[in-house]
């Protein structure tokens, strides 16, 4: 009997999730699955049926879910879990895969996340959170060197900014809150969260969540910076390595401990709370002389990192997501040492991040290396009478695989040199970045 599955989203993370999910753990498209994603994009509509529903809303995605018949909905954006699309699936007898809306605040509220952690004694850096700007000054009087300011709410990966002392701290408070205006990202930074800068490595660490247990995926490092040397402003990710851990200690020894010190107080948290955390959470962490500190919680996988560890992670991951969709917990699985040494190089748009531009045609992508040694994922395309051309801020995810991660960044990088569009932006230093 074949299987049709729905994938919510229109990202390289959504193309990843619909390639993983329809080679299960082979290369190549099993024969009993059906893979629909809405809304998609041209290019992710090369390879599998691109659905747009009536509206981008809950109701219009339910409906979609509906018409299909599908046996599983995976939502992949933070937005629509917000918004309580899951529950709105469930309502509907149809199972989906991603955690409730209460669960989701974790990623909806930077303040709600400190909390939890807080409550959890899930190590973080020290804070405060405000409405006003005299709350911001009061906590800062006492205070020196570098400091984080972030949205409360959801804006796509850019309400976040490092700042390099505490006066620059208040000024861009101030920006976010709309001291002399409109605050900066609208209702997501009418309030904010002030944090103590932490010195350290980036490590990205997912998991898939039963409501009991976390599962770690392999280790990944997002470079989220937009200029080599992690330097520039914020982005949604400019690519993406995995598996890396550069810890003093054993693998399996550093990631037992994240796992019982990060993830399992945070579920414990949610179960005492009548809402058992089921679907993917991601622990963004600060890595320093072989502690860990917690930056962030995603309720999701981030992207670019979903496009190296989902292609990286050679298993069959379709009857684990039913499982955790339909309340039950998952044995002893191993996802850590299935991933292959995968590097991701994302190709952003001119103007990216602040305001991209797009309707640039691509080109060299017929020459792209078509091999079980390479991927293109397609995040902000369009399809036109010419070709594809970008619609989008970050345009294409380019992979590829090899026996370590130092081979597979080489190979990535080789590889993309066919591949132009007007005012490409990227960087070099991807997966050898300090």
């Known amino acids: 009997m074949t299987q049709r599955i729905l994938i919510i989203g229109s990202g390289g993370r959504e193309h990843a999730w619909a390639m993983r999910l329809a080679n299960g753990a082979a290369d190549s498209k099993r024969s009993d699955r059906e893979i629909f994603v809405c809304p998609g994009n041209g290019g992710i509509a090369q390879d599998f049926e691109c659905i747009q529903p009536a509206s981008k809303d809950i109701q219009g995605y339910v409906s979609v879910a509906e018409k299909l018949g599908a046996d599983l909905v995976v939502v992949g954006p933070e937005q629509p879990l917000t918004e309580g699309l899951v529950e709105a699936l469930q309502e509907q007898k149809i199972d989906a895969f991603g955690p409730d809306t209460f669960c989701s605040q974790l990623e909806g509220s930077k303040s709600f996340m400190k909390m939890v952690a807080q409550e959890s004694d899930v190590p973080t850096a020290s804070y405060g959170v405000f409405e006003d700007v005299k709350g911001v000054s009061e906590f800062l009087k006492d205070k020196s060197g570098r400091w984080v300011v972030k949205a409360d709410g959801l804006c796509a990966g850019k309400g976040v900014t490092v700042c390099d002392s505490p006066q620059h701290t208040l000024e861009i408070a101030k920006e976010m809150l709309g001291y002399e205006g409109s605050p900066l990202f609208g209702n997501a930074s009418q309030r904010v969260v002030?944090?103590?800068?932490?010195e350290g490595t980036e490590l990205s660490l997912l998991a898939l969540c039963d409501g009991e247990r976390a599962h770690l995926f392999a280790p990944a490092r997002d470079h989220k910076q937009l200029l080599d040397g992690n330097k520039g402003p914020n982005t949604g990710g400019m690519g993406a390595v995995a598996p890396v851990l550069e810890v003093d200690e054993p693998a399996a020894d550093f990631l037992a401990r994240m796992q019982e010190v990060i993830f399992q107080p945070v579920l414990n948290w949610f179960k005492g709370q009548g809402h058992p955390y089921r679907g993917i959470l991601y622990a963004g962490l600060m890595v320093h002389e072989g502690r860990a500190k917690l930056l962030e919680f995603n309720v999701r996988f981030g992207d670019p990192e979903a496009q190296a560890i989902l292609w990286g992670t050679q298993k069959d991951l379709l009857p684990d997501l039913l499982k955790v969709s339909q309340g039950q917990t998952l044995g002893q699985v191993d996802y850590v040492s299935a991933c292959a040494p995968t590097c991701i190089i994302v190709l952003a748009s001119p103007g990216y991040p602040e305001k991209a531009e797009t309707g640039h045609l691509i080109s060299g992508l017929d020459d792209w290396a078509q091999s079980s040694d390479y991927q293109c994922f397609f995040a902000g395309v369009t399809k036109v009478g010419r070709g594809l051309e970008t619609s989008g801020g970050r345009v294409l995810g380019l992979g590829a695989q090899a026996a370590d991660v130092?081979?597979?960044?080489?190979?990535?990088?080789?590889?993309?040199?066919?591949?132009?569009?007007?005012?490409?932006?990227?960087?070099?230093?991807?997966?050898?970045?300090?």
């Open 194 to 198: 002030v944090e103590e800068f932490l």
């Open 406 to 434: 130092s081979q597979a960044v080489k190979k990535a990088y080789e590889a993309m040199k066919s591949v132009r569009f007007d005012g490409m932006q990227w960087r070099t230093d991807i997966g050898t970045a300090p």
